[in-house]
């Protein structure tokens, strides 16, 4: 039976008294607004993108055919201008400093060893010195090493060693890259999800510019990795969103004029069918897992928000019992496509040390099944890498849940949205003339490469999580609901172990979304289309200048992201917090 828009909207079945009674109606003195069903319903499933004023064309004298090919040649043009500029910050004297920062003394060498022998290796103490000097020509060790990090993230940075050497660029330009290539996601993802070239490339402008996510790109560390699986991720799902609610459209009735109406036979009963980017996103979540940990909890919380998704789709299409519709239809391929590709990707990353030798001289632990393990009660179920491997990863937990040994640099998380406690990479005080350092610089220089976002984003910031929340909780506004899930799933569960060693650069996962909800917030302040011609000057203006002092805060700070020596007082002038220092 086809059902109409009044039919499916039980809302009409009741009296006026009831309606009011609502907890939406109850909210709407603080903003809060309940979607109207009006108009074709495949324009609320798949909403159109919205292209430029024709007031803007005018004024800038632009003829109308130049202005569809501008409009059209935006939407990768846009995009891919952003991402040269991102590109050639990143990439600009890469190797700069010469020397192994933070911790670096860990995954450089850790890379160098699992691209070669498949697992990481115990590495002498003046290692670091001695790869310097010989410019990466140094034996590689035979002992294995205990490590606490799947093996995903030190490929990555290994595969830039084999290109390149390995040196300082070496182990930097994989992360180089992929910092790179997360602008242009970014700026593609906030594409379509605001329906907006410009606000797409707004926040990928602005990630561009953010400090923490320009030093990640220049250091061989795991998180700057993780952030691009995890944003990747979070991309495919979002095409997957698209096309899903495109086939449901496509299924609905479309009546005398022409226009589709929500439809609860359709809505119930159409099957997606094959999702290839759903399974694309297991992939991409199975190497976040494989890079680090925390890759669990954003798993997790990825694959609730996209169930979400789907039951909205079929709400929207008019299903009556949008739930049960997905229970049946949606969720059982949502689980095969995303939870066991994600299981079999992270197995997969161990290859290099399941393969390597049970003897003792492979990976460590590899023998542990056959050696202490032996009598398991297990051994006849499971093969001995899995139970030496289940062994390892029960020392790595426990590792991790006790890590509380006190680091000067370690940080609260409920100081990380204001960027309370940066971390110190690297710090020399060359003297004067010598270095770089200003001959008339009357005393020693500071040359140092600090991890700390832009201070104006992450302040603005702040803002903008608190209007995504608003925006989602009383607009039921998905695309807010969207951004607030990408960042509670890489910042909430470090709550869980305030009392853990932790470090302000963790939050490197979520800055992505923290991007896209300025963004979304310097939209809101710019105004609707439908605004008069004041109302959008004003707000473009004042949205101009929001991101002009955001962009300057970036190049004041420049010095101190890549260790450029200043003189001291320069130095002291960039330390806004007492616990910057």
């Given at each position: 039976m086809t059902s109409t828009a009044s039919s499916t909207d039980t809302r009409q079945e009741q009296s006026p008294l009831a309606q009011r009674q609502t907890w939406q109606?109850?909210?709407?003195?603080?903003?809060?607004?309940?979607?109207?069903?009006?108009?074709?319903?495949?324009?609320?499933?798949?909403?159109?993108?919205?292209?430029?004023?024709?007031?803007?064309?005018?004024?800038?004298?632009v003829p109308p055919?130049?202005?569809?090919?501008?409009?059209?040649?935006?939407?990768?043009?846009?995009?891919l201008l952003v991402t040269l500029v991102a590109g050639v910050l990143r990439f600009w004297n890469l190797g700069h400093?010469?020397?192994?920062?933070?911790?670096?003394?860990y995954y450089a060498k850790d890379a160098w060893a699992i691209v070669h022998r498949g697992f990481e290796v115990d590495w002498a103490k003046e290692a670091n010195r001695l790869v310097l000097e010989s410019?990466?020509?140094?034996?590689?060790?035979?002992?294995a090493a205990y490590v606490v990090h799947p093996p995903v993230g030190k490929y990555v940075i290994g595969l830039g060693e084999l290109m390149f050497g390995f040196d300082p660029f070496g182990w930097r330009f994989m992360t180089a890259l992929l910092g790179t290539l997360s602008v242009l996601m970014l700026c593609r993802i906030g594409r379509r999800l605001f329906r907006s070239t410009f606000l797409g490339c707004l926040a990928g402008a602005l990630m561009a510019v953010d400090g923490l996510h320009f030093v990640m790109s220049r250091t061989a560390l795991l998180d700057g990795v993780l952030m691009f699986f995890v944003l990747?991720?979070?991309?495919?799902?979002?095409?997957?969103?698209?096309?899903?609610?495109?086939?449901?459209?496509?299924a609905l009735p479309v009546d005398a004029n022409g226009r589709a109406r929500p439809d609860a036979e359709a809505a119930e009963h159409t099957r997606i069918g094959f999702r290839p980017w759903r399974l694309a996103a297991g992939l991409m979540l199975g190497l976040a897992i494989g890079t680090k940990w925390n890759g669990l909890y954003i798993t997790a919380a990825f694959c609730v928000m996209a169930v979400l998704w789907d039951v909205g789709a079929r709400r929207v299409a008019g299903a009556v019992r949008p739930r049960v519709a997905v229970l049946k239809r949606d969720l059982g391929w949502a689980f095969l496509t995303t939870v066991p590709v994600a299981v079999v990707t992270y197995f997969a990353s161990w290859i290099g040390w399941i393969l390597s030798a049970t003897d003792g001289s492979g990976g460590y632990y590899r023998d542990w099944a056959t050696r202490?393990?032996?009598?398991?009660?297990?051994?006849?179920?499971?093969?001995?890498?899995?139970?030496?491997?289940?062994?390892?990863?029960?020392?790595?937990y426990d590792f991790h849940v006790g890590l509380s040994s006190p680091?000067?640099?370690?940080?609260?998380?409920?100081?990380?949205?204001?960027?309370?406690?940066?971390?110190?990479?690297?710090?020399?005080?060359?003297?004067?003339?010598?270095?770089?350092?200003?001959?008339?610089?009357?005393?020693?220089?500071?040359?140092?490469?600090?991890?700390?976002?832009?201070?104006?984003?992450?302040?603005?910031?702040?803002?903008a999580l608190l209007y995504v929340l608003w925006r989602w909780f009383f607009r039921r506004d998905w695309r807010a609901g969207a951004i607030a899930c990408g960042i509670a799933a890489g910042y909430a569960p470090w709550f869980l172990y305030q009392e853990r060693t932790i470090f302000y650069f963790y939050a490197i996962v979520f800055l992505p979304f923290l991007c896209l909800a300025v963004a979304m917030l310097l939209g809101a302040i710019v105004g609707p289309p439908r605004s008069s011609d004041t109302r959008r000057v004003a707000g473009a203006t004042a949205a101009g200048v929001l991101t002009l002092l955001i962009v300057w805060n970036f190049i004041y700070f420049w010095p101190i992201y890549t260790g450029t020596p200043i003189p001291i007082d320069d130095w002291r002038a960039r330390m806004w917090l007492d616990t910057w220092v």
């Open positions: 109606h109850r909210l709407r003195r603080f903003g809060h607004r309940t979607p109207a069903v009006r108009g074709d319903v495949r324009d609320r499933l798949v909403p159109p993108y919205t292209e430029p004023s024709g007031r803007l064309w005018k004024t800038l004298g055919e130049t202005a569809d090919r501008l409009v059209r040649w935006s939407a990768w043009g846009g995009p400093p010469k020397a192994v920062i933070f911790d670096e003394t410019g990466g020509d140094v034996p590689i060790p035979t002992d990747a991720a979070f991309g495919c799902l979002l095409i997957d969103r698209d096309k899903a609610r495109a086939k449901l459209a496509a202490d393990g032996r009598r398991s009660d297990w051994s006849w179920l499971f093969p001995d890498w899995w139970r030496s491997l289940w062994h390892y990863e029960n020392q790595v680091h000067t640099y370690e940080s609260n998380p409920w100081s990380w949205i204001v960027a309370g406690r940066p971390v110190s990479y690297f710090y020399e005080s060359p003297a004067p003339g010598v270095d770089g350092c200003p001959a008339d610089a009357g005393e020693k220089c500071a040359q140092e490469v600090l991890a700390i976002g832009t201070p104006m984003l992450w302040w603005v910031g702040c803002l």
